[in-house]
Structures are given as C-alpha cells and as structure tokens.
C-alpha cells in the first residue's frame, strides 16, 4: 500500500498579545465579581426591578444590542423585559438587529 498525506496545509493558531489577553481575562473576572455583586443590590427589590437591573449589566458587559428576559414563576406573575444600548431609539435597535439576523 502507498501512503499518502494531505495537500491541505495544517493550520497554525494566531500568535497571542500576551498583555492584551491578560487584561481581557482581568475584565472577564471583574465581570464575574460584578454580576456576583448584584445579588447584595436586588435584595428588597421586586423581580421587575432584579430584571431590569441584570438586563442593563449585561448589555455593558457583553456589549449588547438589546437584552431579553423573560421570567415565569414569579409573585408579580409573568414578566417579560427587554433593554437596548440606544434608549432614544429601540425600534430602530431591534429592527436594526432584525435585519442582520435575517441577512445572515
């Protein structure tokens, strides 16, 4: 038998920015310590408000277009809330982000 090798050359990862990755990583923990810190801020606030507050972290810390929750079981009942970066223009935001997603 005749062995044969692979006409596809092998792909070599991108050399990493040493610096730029550890201060990408710090940003990731300071995330965590953040969003970990919002359970002190939601005490004695109802699940509109704990949503609200969670959906706006997330939006600056993932850097969002918008940002959707929807919570069943609560003692205000059904909740349903939405939140985007540009608030003098949501329709447009959501439209906007429509359109790519339909595009892609």
């Known amino acids: 038998?005749?062995?044969?090798?692979?006409?596809?050359?092998?792909?070599?990862?991108?050399?990493v920015d040493a610096a730029r990755e550890i201060r990408r990583?710090?940003?990731?923990?300071?995330?965590?310590?953040?969003?970990?810190?919002?359970l002190a801020i939601w005490r004695d606030h109802d699940a509109n408000r704990i949503l609200s507050i969670l959906l706006?972290?997330?939006?600056?810390?993932?850097?969002?277009?918008?940002?959707?929750?929807?919570?069943i079981d609560t003692p205000d009942g059904k909740?349903?809330?939405v939140r985007v970066r540009d608030r003098g223009r949501p329709t447009s935001t959501l439209?906007?982000?429509?359109?790519?997603?339909?595009?892609?």
């Open 1 to 15: 038998m005749m062995e044969t090798r692979s006409s596809i050359p092998s792909e070599q990862p991108a050399p």
């Open 25 to 38: 990583l710090q940003g990731c923990i300071n995330n965590l310590i953040s969003l970990q810190a919002l």
């Open 56 to 71: 706006e972290a997330l939006l600056g810390m993932l850097q969002l277009d918008f940002a959707y929750a929807r919570a």
């Open 79 to 81: 909740l349903e809330v």
């Open 95 to 104: 439209a906007r982000w429509h359109r790519r997603s339909r595009a892609g």
